[in-house]
């Protein structure tokens, strides 16, 4: 029998090649986009710290670490996840469910926010066990809820109002009073060059904090 000549054979000849290149491809693809990544945190990073340390996490992350960052932050911690493009399913799946490029940003201030906040489609509810202090904002300007601990602040909601308008697709926004004071979640493809980064970090610096008596 002309094995090669099955059908079946030729189907499974066909899916593995697609599933190889497919890896290949994805592979140098996600490479080149992580390191483009980099390059455009880099630079606007440093302007908090004199130095910031980089490491790889496999084909498809990194961790960018600021220990001692300058005012008004303290400690920047950030994370850069890009798409499973080497594999091929599990990118398509994605890419119907919406996912992207995401970078997962911590950051430690001098002084903690005014205001708790939680935002975003991935924001987490606030429980019975928290009291009934968190209020849902009517509207919020993300997919999503919007809860601020408390009636939100007239700063609260100026500041809320310009990151909304610099991060239009949010996934998630978390603002507590201990440390990480600020965690976001923000698709890549909201900050598309590196002065959008810039813009991003400059606004974080202008977030309204809480006096240091009674801290």
Do not use: C
Not at 69 to 87: G, H, N, S
Not at 163 to 190: C, E, G, N, W
């Amino acid at each position: 029998m002309d094995w090669w000549r099955d059908p079946g054979f030729t189907a499974v000849l066909i899916v593995t090649a697609i599933v190889v290149v497919g890896f290949i491809v994805g592979t140098v693809r996600n490479r080149r986009l992580l390191e483009e990544y980099l390059a455009r945190l880099r630079g606007p990073l440093l302007q908090y710290a004199d130095k910031a340390s980089a490491r790889r996490l496999g084909t498809s992350g990194y961790h960018i670490l600021v220990p001692k960052a300058k005012r008004p932050f303290r400690k920047i911690d950030a994370l850069l996840f890009v798409q499973p493009r080497e594999f091929l399913f599990y990118w398509l799946v994605n890419r119907l469910r919406g996912r992207g490029d995401r970078l997962y940003l911590h950051v430690t201030l001098l002084r903690p926010p005014v205001q708790e906040v939680r935002a975003g489609a991935h924001a987490e509810h606030p429980t019975q066990e928290e009291g009934t202090a968190w209020h849902r904002v009517a509207t919020s300007p993300w997919r999503g809820p919007l809860y601020v601990h408390g009636e939100p602040s007239s700063a609260m909601t100026q500041f809320l109002e310009k990151l909304a308008h610099h991060v239009p697709h949010l996934y998630q926004l978390t603002l507590r009073r201990k440390a990480p004071h600020i965690s976001l979640v923000i698709p890549l493809r909201d900050l598309p060059d590196v002065q959008a980064v810039e813009r991003l970090f400059a606004l974080l610096a202008q977030i309204p904090v809480r006096s240091g008596r009674g801290q």
